[in-house]
T-cell receptor
Framework: NAGVTQTPKFQVLKTGQSMTLQCAQD?????MSWYRQDPGMGLRLIHY???????DQGEVPNGYNVSRSTTEDFPLRLLSAAPSQTSVYFC??????????????FGPGTRLTVT | AQSVTQLGSHVSVSEGALVLLRCNYS??????LFWYVQYPNQGLQLLLK??????LVKGINGFEAEFKKSETSFHLTKPSAHMSDAAEYFC?????????????FGKGTKLSVKP
């Protein structure tokens, strides 16, 4: 299993540009999520999905869009990039919304800089 | 709502010394607690977790944590620090059934190990 994969690893955008961060998992996990990590802020939840076709907002959803058309993929779209979205983005997944399965598996991250 | 407080954004210890990283949580229902480690430029890796049962939890790389309900704490310890332990450590909390099991992270503690 490759686990959770993210592309690209690094990206530089200009203000106002749009782009999609890709996330895929090959573990047949129902739950997937996106976090952003900023210095001194820990990880904050952007959006999450409990299964194909179902998404919901997390703590910091503004400026981001998601969809979940398949179990494997959970892309994160930046609609109009802003410097405040400069961050490291992590995708994570777990098997299901079940007590023993709350451990999340994280991807390697995408480092995004918006100038 | 749940929350996590990690005391000390930076902790420095000498090689061979005790490692103690502090985590306090807030939750109105029994929590599930996690410690994750992040090595430089990498994703997050689960160190250990507490869901139910024994309150002293052992994890990978010689780390352990004890769930103390009366103190609302879940401190991470390791008897003897190794240079390879230098990393950032995150405490996280969730509850069964609430918010689809989304993890709430603390702001992280960066551990430095001096030779």
């Amino acid at each position: 299993n490759a686990g959770v994969t993210q592309t690209p690893k690094f990206q530089v955008l200009k203000t106002g540009q749009s782009m999609t961060l890709q996330c895929a998992q090959d573990m047949n996990h129902e739950y997937m999520s996106w976090y952003r990590q900023d210095p001194g802020m820990g990880l904050r939840l952007i959006h999450y999905s409990v299964g194909a076709g179902i998404t919901d907002q997390g703590e910091v959803p503004n400026g981001y869009n998601v969809s979940r058309s398949t179990t494997e993929d959970f892309p994160l779209r930046l609609l109009s990039a802003a410097p405040s979205q400069t961050s490291v983005y992590f995708c994570a997944s777990r098997p299901s919304a079940s007590a023993d399965f709350y451990e999340q598996y994280f991807g390697p991250g995408t480092r995004l800089t918006v100038t | 709502a749940q929350s996590v407080t990690q005391l000390g954004s930076h902790v420095s210890v000498s090689e061979g010394a005790l490692v103690l990283l502090r985590c306090n949580y807030s939750s109105s229902v029994p929590p599930y607690l996690f410690w994750y480690v992040q090595y430089p430029n990498q994703g997050l890796q689960l160190l250990l977790k507490y869901t139910t049962g024994a309150t002293l939890v052992k994890g990978i790389n010689g780390f352990e944590a004890e769930f103390k309900k009366s103190e609302t704490s879940f401190h991470l310890t390791k008897p003897s620090a190794h240079m390879s332990d230098a990393a950032e450590y995150f405490c996280a909390v969730t509850v069964y059934g609430g918010s689809q099991g989304n993890l709430i992270f603390g702001k992280g503690t960066k551990l430095s190990v001096k030779p």
